[in-house]
């Protein structure tokens, strides 16, 4: 089992950054054993969408709408991601994702993102 935990939400101007965390927590086992760790989102109305994702060789993909504005990174087992450029459009509950062994997936109860003026 994996327990994922997310910080670092808030309230932010349009144009502001903040940086989300997520740290994973379990046996050595399975946290060796995580393949990937992504972002996800779901803002009020709409489908859980996919935002950015790293692999544990530290490949990195991204979504269109953050490419150039977000980085998600990693280091032992904490996942971060700076968010840059912020749009309203961004705001949404983030949450982390952890797939261990190639096909199990973990989630985290997310953070909350808001961008307003």
């Known amino acids: 089992q994996v327990q994922l ?22 046996s050595d086992f399975v946290i060796n054993d995580i393949n990937a760790m992504s972002w996800y989102r779901q803002a009020p109305g709409k489908q859980r969408e996919h935002v950015a994702r790293i692999t544990s060789g530290r490949n990195t993909n991204y979504a269109d709408f953050v490419k150039g504005r977000f980085t998600i990174s990693r280091e032992k087992n904490t996942v971060y991601l700076q968010m840059n450029s912020l749009k309203p459009e961004d705001t949404a509950v983030y949450y982390c994702n952890a797939v261990q062994g190639g096909f199990v997936n973990y989630w985290g109860k997310g953070t909350l993102v808001t961008v307003s003026s």
Do not use: D, I, K
Not at 5 to 26: H, I, K
């Open 5 to 26: 935990v997310e910080s670092g939400g808030g309230l932010v101007q349009p144009g502001g950054s903040l940086r989300l965390s997520c740290t994973a927590s379990g």
